[in-house]
C-alpha cells in the first residue's frame, strides 16, 4: 500500500513538471519603436509591382521566415524562442507604419530583431522585403 502511494505520489510530480514546462511561456510585446526621423521620411523607390513582391517574397523567405512565419503572422519555428513576440504584419498598427518605418525596422533592428543590413546589402532587396511585407494586409 506504501509503495503504491510513494508510486503515485512520484508519477503525480513527474506529470506535474512536465506539464510546467511544456507550457510555452507567454511573450512580451515589444516596446515601441524609436524610429529616427531620417527614416520615418524615407519614400519607397522601389514600385510594389509583382516583380519587387517575388524578390521579397524569396528574401523573406530565406532570411525571415524562420521567427515571422509563412504568412507574417510572428509564429515561425524560432518564434517560440524568442522573449519577444515578432509581432503579425497583416495587423493594422504594423501596416500603419510609413515604407520607411518598416525599413528601418526590418533592416537596421534592435534587440531581437537582428541587423540584415550586411544581408540584404543593396537598396532593391530592402525594399523588395518591404513591398512584401506590405502584401501582409488583412
Not at 502511494?5 to 503525480?12: A, R
Not at 504584419?89 to 504594423?94: G, L, N, Q
Not at 526590418?106 to 532587396?125: A, I, Q, T
Request: proline letters at 5%.
Amino acid at each position: 500500500m506504501k509503495t503504491n502511494l510513494l508510486f503515485l505520489s512520484v508519477l503525480f510530480l513527474g506529470v506535474v513538471t512536465l506539464l510546467a514546462f511544456s507550457i510555452p511561456q507567454e511573450q512580451k510585446k515589444g516596446a515601441k519603436w524609436d524610429v529616427p526621423a531620417k527614416y520615418k521620411e524615407m519614400k519607397n523607390p522601389a514600385k510594389g509591382d509583382a516583380e519587387s513582391i517575388k524578390l521579397g517574397k524569396a528574401l523573406y523567405a530565406k532570411h525571415c521566415r524562420s521567427c515571422h512565419g509563412n504568412a507574417g503572422l510572428g509564429d515561425g519555428p524560432k518564434a517560440k524562442n524568442l522573449e519577444t513576440y515578432p509581432g503579425d504584419f497583416s495587423d493594422a498598427a504594423i501596416q500603419a507604419h510609413s515604407d520607411g518605418e518598416l525599413y528601418y525596422m526590418s533592416v537596421v533592428g534592435r534587440d531581437e530583431m537582428p541587423n540584415f543590413e550586411k544581408n540584404l546589402p543593396d537598396e532593391e532587396s530592402r525594399w523588395a522585403v518591404i513591398n512584401y511585407i506590405r502584401s501582409f494586409k488583412k
